[in-house]
């Protein structure tokens, strides 16, 4: 769970991330763009083609595909920290939105549930619908107008499970205590 200060009577309902898939998606392609410089080398040796003779040449393939493989691993690391350090979380009183933006910048958002004015989860896509995750677009009243909770498990669930507070909410909140 995370570190996040609970008000008094408050508890956490959900704590949401991306889908797995999602992220393992990903780690798939990372994984097929790190076979493609053995493929070429492979295929260069295959085709008896002399590169290695040329210092110049050699060298600078060298330089080249170390290069590749640290982009490749900075973007699997990226994927990686992006997955787990990003989180929605759904407090009987609030929702909260962390999101990792960089390697040192995470941008924090809160909003009541009061604030809460409309509610939509969208499904788009094969493996969305099959794996059943999207995202859920939440348009407050607040200074953040609208929160985007990106590639959750089941969206509509999330969207119901804040429906039913904001119900709870006010039928145990006086119109006047609103706002």
């Known amino acids: 769970m995370s570190h996040l200060n609970l008000l008094p009577d408050e508890h956490v309902i959900a704590e949401l991330r991306r889908h797995p898939l999602v992220v393992f998606l990903d780690l798939l392609l990372f994984g097929f763009l790190m076979i493609i410089p053995i493929m070429l080398y492979a295929f260069i040796y ?15 393939i060298i330089l080249a595909t170390s290069i590749y493989y640290l982009y490749i691993w900075m973007f699997t690391l990226h994927s990686l920290m992006d997955y787990v350090l990003d989180i929605w979380i759904i407090t009987n009183e609030r929702i909260v939105d962390m999101e990792q933006k960089g390697l040192f910048s995470i941008a924090l958002s809160e ?37 985007i909770f990106k590639q959750v498990h089941d969206p509509k669930n999330v969207v119901k499970i804040l429906s039913h507070l904001l119900e709870e909410l006010e039928i145990n909140t006086p119109k006047e205590d609103l706002g």
């Open 46 to 60: 295959l085709a008896n083609i002399a590169l290695s003779e040329n210092v110049l040449v050699y060298t600078f």
């Open 111 to 147: 909003q009541e549930i009061h604030r809460i004015q409309d509610m939509t989860a969208e499904i788009n896509g094969i493996l969305p619908t099959l794996f059943n995750y999207g995202n859920v677009y939440i348009q407050t009243a607040g200074e953040k107008e609208r929160f």
